[in-house]
Each structure stands twice: as structure tokens, then as C-alpha cells.
């Protein structure tokens, strides 16, 4: 009976298997493919003796070797990054897209699951019948009780009161063709800051919160992408420039930008945050890591952290208190997650899991603090801008400890 039993076990465990493909062959690489393949592995691995955030870079080196079709190496290496639980998820990555439906891709999955259950802690608190707007960002005034979302798609700024219709604040522009991305809110003169971005050009953009007005703009020319801002009381304004890889600031009496820290690139400049007493400024580089910016002497360090820590692709960035919150996606399973600071706030000493697997999610991005809870959208469905089949977005609050 025994034998019986454990023999019946084994047939289902075989057939179980039996569904995925096998490890596909090594493809074999032209010559000029060879060599460029062979230049980018030694490009991380170099990149990898000094990234913040190594575990990134060895997810790097994973999608080399699969992108190159060297498949046994690719998953060796995907199972090494899954193993530091770092909060990776390759399932929708095209690099592995020959491996998903192998016996080993799958194990690998399997333990991504079950390194990574369900968090859920938000709630939701207002429906917005915007099915073509593509928010990055969101800004919340509590005097109003409105939210604010700017368009990736329309160039557009729309004002929508909870439990109402949304109006457009800011019309799109007819001499170009632009999208917006970061929007924050002067609450003390209660006005909008919002950055825009063409071709041409990237701006920073003030707007009059009742009539949408602009009163304030601060361009440069060039290949700039103003990504994401936050706002000083005496009224300065730091800005990412995510394709030059830089910080600027707006001087609130000249109306000028001026790059912080000249001699220091930012990969990928992202999420942007100051200290509560602004004396610094964290960057997320997008691949690598937060970046502290000292705002009295301009210098600029890695903020440090434990290696179990990933701080790679952080697209919203937010200081409260003695902590950081950050939205993670890209390759990571998108999550928010808390970082508790040191007393001196340049190193991390521990993280909390604040939302995660949430069934809402789609596409989560940036967000704004209102007091101790993030307002987020949790579905902005920015690749899926060609679907006819979009939802309405869906704001949560979650939660958060100062």
C-alpha cells in the first residue's frame, strides 16, 4: 500500500514537471555579437566592485547572459540573485522570456513567491473615472479636498474633488507637444509646481491652484527630462533631471536652475526627497541605490546600507520623520517599503514592508504625503496606453510611521 502510494506520487510529480520545457541549447553568438556581449559582462562586472546597490547589478549581469542565450549561466546567476532576497521579480522581464516555462525558471519563481507574500495595508479613498490620463504623479490639497494628476499621454493637468467630476486645471499646449511628470504643492501660497517635458526641452512649471494660471516658468533647451521635484520652506526648488543625470535647483529670488553637485553623475535621476530639518537631499539613481546630497557643502555619498537592503529602482521617494518611504517597480515586484534612518539620516538601520502583491496594482509609481499616510494611484497602467480596456484609478492611502 505504501509503495502504491509513493509510486502514484511520483507519476503526478513527473507529469507535473512534464509540462515545462526543457533548459533551451546555448545559442551560438556571431563574432561582433561575441564581442559585444563579452564587453558588457566586463562593464558590470567592473560597475560591480563599486555600485551601492550590488544586487541590482548582478540582476544585470543575469539578463546578459540570457539576453546573449547563454541559458544555463543565465539561470545559475538569476537563482544567486533570487537567493540574497532582495525583492526581485524576473516573471515579466523579456530577457528571460525563453526560460519562463522551463522545470528551473519555475523553482526560481516559486521562491520569489514565497520570499514575497501578500502585504496589504492600504485603503482605498476615492475612484477617478480617468481612463486616458497615464498619471507619473499625484499632489492632494487638503484645504480643497482635491487631487491633482498630470498627464504622460495629454499634456494635461487635471483637478478632481473627491466624490466629483474631474476638470481640467491645465489645458495641453498648442505650439508643442509635451507631458508632464512630477507635481508637488506649495500648500503655505497654496499653488502647483508641475514638470514638464518636450522634445525641445524640459521646464519647471507654477500654476495658480484655482484658476490653473501659470505664474512661473524656469526652462532649459536640450536633451533634459525634469523628472520628479520637492520644495524647501524658504521656497527652493529641487528638481531630477533623469536624462542628464543631475539635480538642479531653482533659486526662489533669481528664478535661475543651477545644477547641484557639477561633478556627479545620478543614474537615472529619479525620486526625490529632502530631510525635515533640509539640510539634505536623498536621490534615488534609479539602478543604483539613494544618493545624500549635503546641502551645505555639495558633496555627495551613497547612502549607506546592509547588503540584505535593495534600494535600486525607487521611482517615489518621501522623508517623514526619522525614515524614507519608497515605491519600488521596474525589477523589482513592485512594493512600498519604509527605511528606518540613522540619527544622522545618511544610513539606513532597518526596513518595514508596507504594501506588497496588492491586486490593485498596475503600474504603481510616485506618490504624495498628506500628515502620516501616502497617497498613491495604484493603477496608472502606463504600458498600456494602445488597451481599450482601461479602469478607472483607483487612490489608496496607506498608512505610515514618522
Not at 26 to 39: N, T
Not at 113 to 118: D, S
Not at 244 to 258: A, H, Q
Not at 366 to 377: D, I, K, M, S
Request: positive net charge.
Amino acid at each position: 500500500m505504501s509503495f502504491r502510494l509513493t509510486a502514484v506520487a511520483f507519476f503526478f510529480a513527473i507529469a507535473a514537471f512534464s509540462v515545462y520545457a526543457q533548459l533551451p541549447s546555448p545559442q551560438k553568438l556571431s563574432r561582433e555579437d561575441d564581442r559585444e556581449f563579452k564587453k558588457e559582462l566586463e562593464r558590470l562586472r567592473n560597475l560591480l566592485a563599486t555600485a551601492n546597490d550590488k544586487g541590482a547589478v548582478e540582476l544585470q549581469i543575469a539578463n546578459t547572459y540570457a539576453a546573449g542565450g547563454q541559458y544555463a549561466e543565465a539561470i545559475r546567476r538569476l537563482r544567486k540573485v533570487v537567493d540574497a532576497n532582495l525583492g526581485f521579480d524576473p516573471s515579466r522581464d523579456p530577457d528571460f522570456a525563453r526560460l519562463r516555462n522551463t522545470v528551473e525558471f519555475q523553482s526560481i519563481m516559486d521562491e520569489v513567491r514565497r520570499q514575497t507574500p501578500p502585504v496589504l495595508k492600504s485603503r482605498l479613498i476615492a475612484t477617478i473615472d480617468e481612463r486616458e490620463l497615464f498619471p507619473e504623479n499625484v499632489a492632494f490639497d487638503p484645504r480643497g479636498n482635491t487631487f491633482f494628476l498630470g498627464s504622460t499621454a495629454k499634456d494635461k493637468i487635471v483637478r478632481c474633488s473627491v466624490g466629483a467630476a474631474c476638470i481640467v486645471l491645465v489645458k495641453p499646449h498648442l505650439t508643442e507637444k509635451s507631458y508632464v511628470l512630477g507635481l508637488k504643492i506649495d500648500r503655505p501660497i497654496r499653488t502647483l509646481w508641475a514638470t514638464n517635458n518636450s522634445l525641445v526641452g524640459a521646464s519647471l512649471r507654477r500654476y495658480d491652484i484655482h484658476s490653473g494660471k501659470l505664474l512661473q516658468t524656469a526652462s532649459m533647451e536640450g536633451k533634459h527630462v525634469f523628472n520628479d521635484l520637492a520644495l524647501s520652506s524658504s521656497g527652493n526648488v529641487y528638481v531630477t533631471d533623469t536624462s542628464e543625470g543631475s539635480v538642479y535647483r531653482l533659486n526662489s529670488r533669481t528664478n535661475t536652475l543651477g545644477v547641484l553637485a557639477p561633478p556627479h553623475r545620478f543614474t537615472a535621476a529619479n525620486g526625490i526627497a529632502i530631510s525635515p530639518d533640509e539640510k539634505m537631499l536623498y536621490v534615488s539613481a534609479w539602478g543604483d541605490g539613494i544618493d545624500v546630497i549635503d546641502l551645505p557643502s555639495g558633496s555627495v555619498k551613497p547612502i549607506a546600507h546592509a547588503d540584505n537592503v535593495c534600494l535600486a529602482f525607487i521611482d517615489g521617494l518621501y522623508a517623514i520623520g526619522q525614515s524614507l518611504i519608497a515605491i519600488q517597480n521596474g525589477p523589482m515586484l513592485p512594493r512600498i517599503a519604509q527605511f528606518n534612518l540613522s540619527k544622522n539620516g545618511r544610513q539606513i538601520v532597518g526596513m518595514t514592508m508596507l504594501e506588497r502583491r496588492n491586486p490593485a496594482f498596475d503600474g504603481i509609481t510616485t506618490g504624495t504625503l498628506v500628515g502620516n499616510e501616502l497617497y498613491y494611484v495604484a493603477n496608472p497602467q502606463m504600458d498600456k496606453k494602445d488597451s481599450p480596456n482601461l479602469s478607472p484609478l483607483e487612490i489608496l492611502a496607506l498608512r505610515v510611521a514618522p
